[in-house]
C-alpha cells in the first residue's frame, strides 16, 4: 500500500479478525482499558419519549452515530429534572460512544463539544478510556472492517441484531504503545482527511452534472426545440410560456393509474423480475404483475416527488407505489416520463401543506397538467433529452466508479494501520491545506468530464 513497507516482526495475535500483529504489540481486552477512577464502560440511559421535552440537555441514540462521525439527526433533549430524576450518565466531550444496535454494530464515533450536557440511549455505549490510550486510535480500530464483521457474528435478535456490552467488552483489541496509537491516528487522520475532500469535491461534481440534466430536460419539456417557436401563457406559475401550439392535458386522460399489491418484504435477493418500491433503488422478486410500458414513482415516503421509473417489460411493485399505464395516443410515455421527473413534486407542494411532501392522493394525479406538443414532436424531444444527457450519464457513472474505490482503499488502508499490517511510524505527515474549493474548481473539471467522460485524479 503505497510505499510504506510492514514491520520485520510479526506474532500470531490468537485472534481470528487480527491475524498476525507487530512482535511489540499486545493483546487486550476492551474491558481491561478502564481501570482509573475516571473511566468509564457503561451504557447509557433509558428515557422514555413523553421525557423527551425539555432544553437543557441533550438526548443523542444511535441514529447519531456514524463511523467515525458523529451526526446531527433528530436529536432530542431533556430537562434537568429529568437528567436527575432518573441518574443519567452524562457523556463528555471525547468520550468514545458504541453504537449496540443497527448495522454495523459497534460503530463508534467521538462525541462532539455542545455547548450543554450530552446524555446518549441505551443502546450507545459511553467509552471513556484511560487517559494512557488515544482514543482516536480505538475508534479507527472499531470502525475497521473486521472488527465490524466480528461484532455482528455477535449480535442476536430475529428482528433488530444488537450486541450487549459484556460482549463488547470481551473483544480482544490490538495495542501499540501510546505513542505509536497517536502516531497511526495521526497518519490515518491526514489520510482518510484527504480522501474525504476527494470524494466531497467529486460528489459536488456530480450534483452540478446532475443540474445540468435538469436544466436540459427542463428547458426541452417546456420550451420545446425550436427556439423560433411562439410562446403563449401557460397559467401554470411554475411553467412560465410555453410554445404557443402544445396543448395542457389532465393527467387522466393521458394514462391509467393504478397501485401495486405487495409489500417491501415480499423482495427476493437476486430475483427473476424488477421490484419497485418507494425508492430509487429497484430491489428484486420472482412474481410479476405487469408486462409492458410503464411509469412508476413512489406514493409515499421521503421518495414523493423525487422517485421515478421507467420501464418496459415485466416487473412487480409496492402497494404505494403508482404505476402510469395504458397510455394515450396523445402521449409519448418517455416525454410523459421526463415531464413529471422534472415538475410533479412542484404540483404536490401546492396541495400539501407541510414543508415537505410525504404522501400524494389518487385525484391529485389524476388532475395534475401536463404539457403536451404533437406526438412526433414529443419523439423528437425524448431523442435530443437521451443524446444530450448520454455524455452527462457516463460521466457521472465514472465518477461513481471513482468514488467506490477511493471507498474501498480507504477501508483498506485503516484495517491495514490499526491491525499493523503497514508500519506507519516513519511517515512524515505534512501539514493539510484546508479544503477551500471554489465553485470554479469544480466547473472547470465539470466541463472536462463532459467532454471526455475521464475524471481527475485524487492529489
Not at 432518573?86 to 460503530?107: F, K, V, Y
Not at 411553467?239 to 393509474?257: F, T
Not at 401495486?260 to 433503488?281: A, C, H, I, M, P
Request: charged share 30%; hydrophobic share 35%; aromatic share 10%.
Amino acid at each position: 500500500m503505497e510505499n510504506i513497507k510492514p514491520y520485520t516482526k510479526y506474532k500470531p495475535s490468537g485472534v481470528s479478525w487480527l491475524g498476525e500483529i507487530p512482535e511489540h504489540w499486545e493483546i487486550r481486552k476492551l474491558k481491561s482499558l478502564f481501570k482509573s477512577p475516571e473511566s468509564l464502560f457503561v451504557d447509557g440511559d433509558w428515557i422514555e419519549s413523553n421525557d423527551i421535552n425539555g432544553s437543557d440537555v441533550k438526548y443523542i441514540t444511535t441514529g447519531n452515530i456514524r463511523e467515525g462521525k458523529y451526526k446531527e439527526k433528530g436529536s432530542g433533549q431533556i430537562t434537568f429534572e429529568t437528567f436527575k430524576r432518573l441518574n443519567c450518565t452524562e457523556a463528555l466531550e471525547n468520550d468514545i460512544l458504541i453504537s449496540r444496535l443497527n448495522m454495523p454494530i459497534g460503530r463508534c464515533c467521538l462525541a462532539p463539544k455542545f455547548d450543554k450536557p450530552l446524555i446518549v440511549s441505551v443502546d450507545v455505549v459511553i467509552c471513556r478510556l484511560d487517559i494512557e490510550y488515544n482514543r482516536k486510535y480505538f475508534v479507527y480500530l472499531m470502525n475497521s472492517k473486521r472488527y465490524q464483521e466480528s461484532t455482528a457474528l455477535e449480535s442476536r435478535g430475529a428482528t433488530m441484531k444488537r450486541v450487549s456490552r459484556t460482549i463488547l467488552g470481551n473483544f480482544f483489541l490490538s495495542i501499540p504503545s501510546t505513542d505509536e496509537q497517536t502516531t497511526i491516528a495521526d497518519f490515518l487522520d491526514y489520510k482518510t482527511a484527504k480522501i474525504d475532500r476527494f470524494i466531497r469535491k467529486k460528489k459536488q461534481l456530480i450534483q452540478l452534472l446532475n443540474e445540468q440534466k435538469a436544466g436540459i430536460i427542463n428547458q426541452a419539456v417546456t420550451k420545446g426545440l425550436d427556439a423560433s417557436a411562439k410562446m403563449k401563457p401557460s397559467g401554470i406559475e411554475w411553467l412560465g410560456d410555453i410554445p404557443e401550439h402544445w396543448k395542457i392535458v389532465k393527467l387522466r386522460y393521458l394514462s391509467r393509474i393504478t397501485t401495486g399489491n405487495k409489500n417491501t418484504e415480499d423482495k427476493v435477493e437476486n430475483g427473476l423480475y424488477d421490484f419497485f418500491v418507494r425508492s430509487q433503488k429497484i430491489a428484486k422478486i420472482n412474481s410479476y404483475s405487469f408486462d409492458g410500458e410503464g411509469i412508476l414513482t413512489a406514493g409515499d415516503g421521503v421518495g414523493v416527488g423525487k422517485v421515478f421509473h421507467y420501464i418496459n417489460g415485466k416487473c412487480d411493485y409496492h402497494q404505494r407505489v403508482y404505476l402510469f399505464y395504458n397510455f394515450s395516443k396523445l402521449i409519448h410515455a418517455k416525454f410523459l416520463f421526463y415531464f413529471l421527473q422534472k415538475f410533479l413534486k412542484n404540483e404536490l407542494m401546492i396541495y400539501n401543506a407541510k414543508s415537505t411532501v410525504d404522501s400524494v392522493r389518487l385525484p391529485v394525479l389524476k388532475d395534475f397538467l401536463v404539457l403536451v406538443p404533437e406526438f412526433n414532436e414529443q419523439k423528437a424531444i425524448v431523442e435530443h433529452i437521451e443524446k444530450e444527457t448520454e455524455k452527462l450519464n457516463k460521466a457521472i457513472a465514472t465518477i461513481e466508479k471513482e468514488i467506490a474505490l477511493v471507498q474501498e482503499y480507504r477501508t483498506a488502508l485503516i484495517a491495514e494501520a490499526v491491525t499493523g499490517k503497514i508500519d506507519v511510524r516513519d511517515y512524515k505527515v505534512p501539514v493539510l491545506e484546508e479544503d477551500d474549493l471554489v465553485y470554479e474548481d469544480v466547473e472547470e473539471e465539470m466541463d472536462m468530464v463532459a467532454e471526455d467522460g475521464e475524471g481527475m485524479e485524487m492529489e
